[in-house]
């Protein structure tokens, strides 16, 4: 079976993940050099330590490729049969969130879930049961997909109720990642393109005074349309402003590995959202262009499985899954050259994060599953029943 595995999608994703853990290393020495040092002051801990969050992410790193293993020996058909039980898990999860004692801040959103002497955030791992189930919702309803009453409202319900949640926290990047994933896997399954452009345009109409109805977006909306006014470039545009500046100085090839300046405390979040600053800086444009190579191959063959799958279930959450990794690295590094909003989410495989990589590790594992059980033929024979399909179709209609 292993035979079979997707060993190029393999090898990028180790490469992007040890990567990821070098540039941890590097970037994150001031930032875990002053958590330490508070450590010491609360006498937690005996000495300051420019490592704290380079072990941490090793650890994350154990923790990813382990579940990655075991997601790719499980078949991924048995998570058909337990997609709906995981999908309300998973939601459930977000639910205790809001509950005082569990549910953290950090930042803007209540993102983080307390439980013992666990820290997670449940919204990376609901990304992935969000995919198993709706697929199966998809694949249950392949024939009216297309219309409008049973097809497109239906889903636009499904979408609402899946991402009400993650938008009360409230987390606006999870939210647009939500939003991409169901979108393209609703017009992969044969949604109307029209539908989809309708439904965009309503969202847009009645959901941007409610997003706007929060300070702290107004605030991000404000920083990404003026980013050159002193007066919010030095206050909340102070995040983009310093991202600019790293990537600017990176220039072709870096100020070298280890050498930035902008991670001393210069940088907000230079460990995990701005950390695509940090490399731009240390390595410089041709080597960064590396980088986004391997996103690019990754994503390729992440397409190239669902192409091949051997059924609908495996083509829905293989394109699911690659579309989840696409749309967050965009995003991430639309944010860093202020092209987007501030949103929030990190950089896969890369920014520090135990949720984010451990969850993306576990959909690389499904992704390596489907590839095993992919060939030509089981694609190629896929492709000539929808075309014969399509021709009695035809031929019914004209008869």
């Given at each position: ?131 198993f189930y709706l697929a199966v919702w998809l694949q249950k309803r392949e024939s009216d997909i297309s219309t409008f009453k049973e ?110 300046i902008q991670k001393f405390g210069y940088l907000p979040e230079v460990q995990s959202d701005t950390i695509f600053a940090a490399m ?7 080597r960064l262009l590396i980088v986004m190579g391997l996103f690019a191959v990754l994503i390729y063959r992440g397409y190239h499985i ?94």
């Open positions: 079976m292993f035979r079979r595995a997707d060993y190029l999608l393999l090898g990028v994703s180790l490469v992007l993940t040890l990567f990821g853990l070098a540039m941890v290393s590097s970037v994150s020495v001031f930032e875990s050099y002053q958590l330490t040092t508070r450590f010491v002051t609360q006498g937690l801990q005996s000495e300051p330590s420019n490592a704290f969050y380079l072990w941490r992410s090793f650890l994350h790193v154990l923790v990813g490729l382990f579940a990655m293993l075991v997601m790719s020996i499980i078949p991924y058909r048995v998570w058909e049969r337990y997609a709906r039980t995981i999908f309300f898990l998973s939601m459930a999860c977000i639910v205790l969130l809001f509950i005082p004692g569990l549910g953290n801040t950090y930042g803007t959103a209540r993102s983080w879930l307390h439980l013992g002497p666990f820290n997670f955030q449940p919204s990376e791992f609901f990304k992935i049961s969000f995919i097809g497109f409202i239906p889903f636009c319900i499904l979408l609402c109720l899946s991402t009400f949640l993650v938008a009360m926290q409230p987390d606006l990047g999870s939210f647009l990642i939500f939003s991409a994933i169901g979108v393209v896997m609703f017009f992969i399954a044969g949604g109307n393109i029209f539908h989809l452009i309708l439904g965009a345009s309503a969202a847009g109409v009645l959901g941007l005074p409610i997003i706007l109805n929060e300070q702290y977006v107004r605030n991000r909306f404000l920083a990404f349309l003026n980013p050159s006014d002193p007066s919010i470039s030095e206050g909340i545009g102070f995040q983009i402003k310093q991202a600019l500046i790293a990537i600017g100085s990176g220039g072709l090839f870096g100020v070298g590995y280890g050498k930035s731009a800086e240390e390595l410089g444009f041709m669902s192409r091949n799958a051997p059924d609908r279930f495996g083509f829905m959450i293989a394109t699911g899954i690659t579309t989840w990794i696409a749309a967050q690295t965009i995003i991430n590094i639309a944010v860093n050259l202020a092209l987007f909003p501030l949103t929030g989410i990190t950089l896969p495989f890369i920014s520090y994060g135990g949720s984010s990589l451990i969850s993306v590790l576990m959909g690389v594992g499904v992704l390596l599953n489907i590839s095993m059980h992919s060939t030509e033929e089981n694609a190629q024979f896929r492709r000539t029943a929808r075309i014969t399909r399509t021709k009695l179709f035809q031929r019914f209609v004209h008869d």
